[in-house]
């Protein structure tokens, strides 16, 4: 995990339409970056799917929300169609911004260690700092509604980190 104020990693990876987003392209400009580990599978659609919900929440706090995961441009644009996102998401099938951001590595499951994605998401300053960070993110439940979403937790610090 990358520590607070430090320069976040440059990057430059494609878009669902091809294109090459850098995050030199959002100086000036708070950036929520997530990284999850598959599109179209239950907790990455809940959370894609409350990211695109509170765009304009985002949007008013001068942020863009960029979503990262090893899946290929075209399988983003399958699963932007089928879930009617409206966030940007990067590819890195290669996961060497995944690894430079600490969103890469060895996990466990029943037992079982192998290398993934650790779901995480970093909150960077228009000055290009890390402003915050969690790992290891816990996606809502949607049978817990009273459970507090991760992408409020994100935005009460993008509110206090703008006061």
């Known amino acids: 995990m990358i520590d607070i104020n430090t320069?976040?990693?440059?990057?430059?990876l494609d878009n669902q339409g091809d294109q090459s987003v850098s995050l030199n392209d959002f100086n000036g400009q708070w950036v929520v970056l997530?990284?999850?580990p598959k599109d179209n599978t239950s907790g990455?659609?809940?959370?894609?799917?409350?990211?695109?919900?509170?765009?304009?929440?985002y949007s008013s706090l001068n942020a863009m929300i960029l979503g990262v995961s090893?899946?290929?441009?075209?399988?983003?644009?399958?699963?932007?169609?089928?879930?009617?996102?409206?966030?940007?998401?990067?590819?890195?099938?290669?996961k060497n911004v995944m690894k430079?951001?600490?969103a890469w590595g060895l996990k466990k499951n029943y037992g079982k260690e192998y290398e993934g994605v650790i779901r995480s998401t970093f909150?960077?300053?228009p000055d290009g700092t890390i402003a915050a960070?969690?790992?290891k993110v816990k996606v809502r439940?949607?049978?817990k509604s009273d459970e507090t979403r991760h992408i409020d937790i994100v935005k009460t610090k993008l509110q206090e980190l703008q006061t």
Do not use: N
């Open 7 to 12: 320069k976040a990693p440059e990057f430059t």
């Open 34 to 36: 997530y990284f999850y």
């Open 44 to 57: 990455c659609t809940t959370e894609a799917c409350d990211f695109t919900a509170a765009m304009d929440d």
């Open 70 to 94: 090893p899946d290929s441009t075209a399988s983003h644009r399958k699963f932007i169609a089928k879930h009617q996102l409206g966030i940007t998401l990067l590819s890195d099938p290669d």
């Open 100 to 102: 430079a951001y600490g």
């Open 123 to 125: 909150i960077i300053a």
């Open 133 to 135: 960070a969690w790992d």
């Open 141 to 143: 439940v949607k049978r």
